[in-house]
């Protein structure tokens, strides 16, 4: 456990240092706002696994779902040994066939 | 939805992913279309048999956005140690928008030069190093100089 776990409150009670006489919400909509700008700096790693459906050819990463992806990393298809193997990056999204849904 | 299991033996040799707009595409090779240009060894999206699915068949690795504070007691989700550029990040913005509530035109100089102040230690904190300083695995360990003789 880290020796010390930030909680909006702390951040708020260093604020009021400078600025007596900010509101919560005010410094809770803050702190969100330096976290988007933080998110496209910082590099916090993670994984999630979707269903592969058939004649699906795009897989959406919009902000509004329950996972917020800023930039793929790397993909993997599940093989017949139950191994999550890496498959390649197309660079040029070069494709016969246009989907549009 | 049926789910099946999944028959790819060598996925890395016939599947390959990219990126158009904020979708992830996925294409591969294997599997007949049935059309001229969706045989096989045609890039094509999967084809599973109608109504089929591998579950979890697909794994994303990425560079997630940290999770949104709800409320003010709730614990924030960065690494500790972006926690000062944090701090810095909100004390600068609180000043800048004090000084421009301030009738007072030297409040105001000395609350935008604390902002500033406060907003170039962010940059360097995140911006600069703050890849160097969170990766706790990788990175440099030791330099070694050139030699010069």
């Known amino acids: ?101 | 939805m049926a789910n099946i299991s999944s028959t790819y033996k060598n996925p890395e040799k016939t599947f390959v992913w990219f990126i158009e707009g904020d979708k992830v595409g996925i294409a591969t090779t294997e599997g007949d279309g049935s059309t001229s240009n969706t045989g096989k060894g045609e890039l094509k999206a999967v084809v599973l048999g109608s109504g089929n699915q591998i579950q979890n068949g697909l794994l994303i690795s990425y560079i997630a956005e940290p999770d949104k504070l709800t409320s003010i007691t709730g614990t924030i989700d960065i690494d500790n140690n972006l926690q000062p550029a944090l701090i810095d990040y909100v004390k600068a913005k609180a000043l800048m928008d004090a000084a421009a509530r301030t009738d007072n035109p030297n409040i105001a100089q000395i609350r935008m030069a604390s902002a500033q102040q406060c907003m170039l230690n962010y940059k360097e904190a995140v911006r600069r190093f703050g890849m160097k300083k969170n990766d706790k695995t990788g990175g440099t360990r030791a330099v070694v100089p050139a030699d010069m003789r």
């Open chain 1, 1 to 101: 456990m880290a020796a010390i776990e930030f909680t909006g409150k702390e951040i708020y009670s260093r604020v009021l240092q400078a600025v007596p006489d900010v509101s919560e919400n005010y410094v809770l909509n803050l702190i969100n706002e330096a976290l988007i700008d933080m998110g496209r700096y910082y590099s916090k790693y993670e994984y999630a696994k979707t269903d592969l459906i058939n004649d699906q050819l795009w897989y959406n990463l919009d902000d509004d779902r329950a996972i917020t992806v800023n930039k793929v990393m790397r993909c993997s298809i599940l093989n017949s040994d139950g191994e999550y193997i890496k498959i390649p990056r197309l660079t040029n999204a070069d494709l016969k066939i246009t989907h549009t849904d």
